[in-house]
């Protein structure tokens, strides 16, 4: 099944305890970008990747790196999370440029719901 | 960034049709008009796309203005599963800025009556 999994799906932390939250597509999707929700804010992107080694910055990337190191997976790092990051995280895909019209499409993640105390 | 803006509600009884507003003035030409949803306690999922002409599927219609200002989802027979947020936005597949960078909004939160 073509999917694009999120984990953890869950996550109780503390302040300054570095963590990370994959994410992974089988689709060969060149296209990952993160998401945070948050109630009366909608969807915000954090990061966003067009390939494997490039990387670029959303509308709310203070206080998370990403790295794409190979084409199905991109995790997002908390390095020194805050309460402030507490928040829904969604991660999606799509294929890259010049797959016509269809591969733009985003395909989402269950979601990840952190909790920073 | 191209921007969208909907309305943050709507009502619906079900069985109705339901017709969700999008504006977008600063639409480019190759830009796409994507939406979304999505359900409680689950990630967006795709409804529907379309760049000039009208599109259907077995989701949705999707209706574009001219002057592709504005666009407008429908739901031609509301259910009660179809209460959700849905999101409108446009996505520019010649690989300008709106192509890797997204601006989602709040959506327009659907709720549908029995």
């Known amino acids: 099944e073509a999917q694009v999994t999120q984990n953890p799906r869950y996550l109780i932390t503390v302040t300054g305890k570095k963590l990370t939250v994959t994410c992974s597509q089988n689709?060969?999707?060149?296209?990952m970008s993160w998401y945070r929700q948050d109630p009366g804010l909608g969807l915000r992107q954090i990061y966003y990747?067009?390939?494997?080694?490039v990387t670029d910055k959303g509308d709310v990337p203070e206080g998370y790196k990403v790295s794409r190191k190979e084409k199905r997976n991109f995790p997002l790092i908390l390095e020194s999370p805050s309460p402030n990051q507490t928040s829904l995280y969604f991660c999606?895909?799509?294929w890259g440029l010049g797959g016509g019209s269809g591969a733009n499409v985003l395909t989402f993640g269950a979601g990840s719901r952190l909790t920073v105390l | 960034d191209a921007k969208t803006t909907q309305p943050n509600s709507m009502e619906s009884n079900e069985e109705e049709p339901v017709h969700l507003p999008c504006n977008h003035s600063?639409?480019?030409?190759?830009?796409?008009i994507h939406w979304y949803r999505q359900l409680p306690s689950q990630g967006p999922e795709y409804v529907i796309h379309?760049?000039?002409s009208n599109v259907n599927n077995r989701m949705a219609s999707l209706a574009i203005a001219e002057d592709r200002k504005s666009s407008t989802l429908i739901l031609h027979r509301a259910t009660l599963r179809d209460a959700a947020v849905y999101y409108c936005?446009?996505?520019?597949?010649?690989?300008?800025?709106?192509?890797?960078?997204?601006?989602f909004g709040q959506g327009t939160i659907l709720t549908v009556h029995p």
């Open positions: 999606a895909s799509s």
């Open positions: 600063t639409i480019s030409g190759t830009d796409y």
């Open positions: 379309g760049l000039t």
């Open positions: 936005i446009l996505r520019d597949y010649a690989g300008g800025t709106s192509y890797g960078k997204l601006t």
């Open positions: 689709m060969n999707h060149e296209y």
């Open positions: 990747s067009m390939n494997v080694e």
